[in-house]
């Protein structure tokens, strides 16, 4: 009975450090704002470039975007707006030149009665009305939070080697990733000390790419700080480059923390909200002794 005792404290153990679990929480409200107020922002111009400048298009808009005079060249991504077709406005969203009916998500949305012509609904913006000042100063108010969270955790990370330890994926990682595929598809997933390879991936690309990448394309938008930096340009290709990789990390980010959602609650919500909350988890009966 003792020897049982003791094989079930063994199974739980310490996973996730103050550091970590702060952050984390930090992140999960910070993004929440940003990308929501990100969008709010996004509605002032829901046009999307490659380039450093931008080939003004010559479709009539409605809504809050202005309406634009004739096309001068056309190197447009992405454009979400409502149109008249006949006798009934849609809202359209264009990927590189090719039209999709986005009527009731994107372009326009809200009750038939009262529409709303704009490329983000309202539920999907804050405020959730039109309002460009709000949302920039929620958003860039979030964004220094977003920086100094990511430093903190970088330093952290780098001092008590949770960074090498349990982020950066090592070759044996690698050679486990076609059986961790396996047992994602099965929806077996293992429990111990360490993460996963697919964990460890997802995470090194969210953290050491993805939000650098967000904060470096943020900073590249504005003209203050290109002014002092002007090497920011070049690194992505001018500035409407940068708004358009601006808004692909969001995406990335959008559906990183969809699909994190999901695995939480298919690998047993309870243990790993106790994890982030407390840092203990409950692993295999062997996790304990494995090393990370």
């Given at each position: 009975m ?21 952050t ?31 080939g003004?298009?010559d ?16 190197n ?5 707006h409502?149109?008249?077709?006949g ?12 039209d ?9 949305s809200?009750?038939p ?7 983000f ?5 804050i ?34 080697g ?9 070759p044996?990682d ?20 360490s ?43 001018g ?9 692909c990390?969001?995406l ?11 695995m ?13 909350i ?15």
């Amino acid at each position: 009975m003792a020897e049982l005792t003791e094989k079930k404290r063994a199974q739980l153990f310490y996973r996730q450090s103050a550091w970590t679990r702060a952050t984390h929480w930090i992140w999960a409200v910070t993004l929440f704002f940003m990308v929501t107020s990100g969008l709010q922002i996004f509605n002032a111009h829901p046009i999307l470039y490659f380039g450093g400048q931008s080939g003004f298009g010559d479709k009539q808009y409605l809504g809050p975007q202005a309406r634009y005079g004739n096309k001068q060249f056309d190197n447009t991504v992405l454009d979400i707006h409502a149109e008249e077709r006949g006798d009934t406005i849609v809202g359209v969203t264009s990927i590189l030149g090719h039209d999709f009916d986005t009527s009731g998500f994107l372009g326009k949305s809200g009750p038939p009665a009262q529409p709303s012509f704009q490329a983000f609904p309202e539920w999907a913006t804050i405020p959730s009305y039109y309002d460009l000042a709000t949302g920039r100063v929620i958003h860039f108010f979030f964004a220094w939070i977003l920086v100094a969270t990511w430093c903190v955790w970088l330093f952290a990370s780098l001092i008590n080697g949770h960074l090498w330890r349990d982020i950066v994926p090592k070759p044996r990682d690698i050679k486990r990733l076609p059986r961790d595929v396996v047992s994602h598809l099965c929806l077996k997933f293992p429990h111990g000390r360490s993460y996963n390879v697919l964990q460890k991936l997802s995470y090194a690309v969210i953290l050491i790419v993805v939000i650098p990448g967000v904060i470096l394309t943020g900073l590249t938008i504005s003209p203050g700080v290109d002014s002092a930096w002007p090497w920011l340009l070049d690194l992505f290709g001018g500035r409407q480059t940068a708004r358009l990789l601006h808004f692909c990390g969001m995406l990335i980010l959008v559906a990183f923390f969809v699909v994190h959602i999901l695995m939480v609650i298919a690998a047993g919500p309870i243990n790993e909200m106790r994890s982030m909350i407390t840092g203990w988890y409950r692993g295999d009966p062997d996790a304990a002794g494995k090393e990370a």
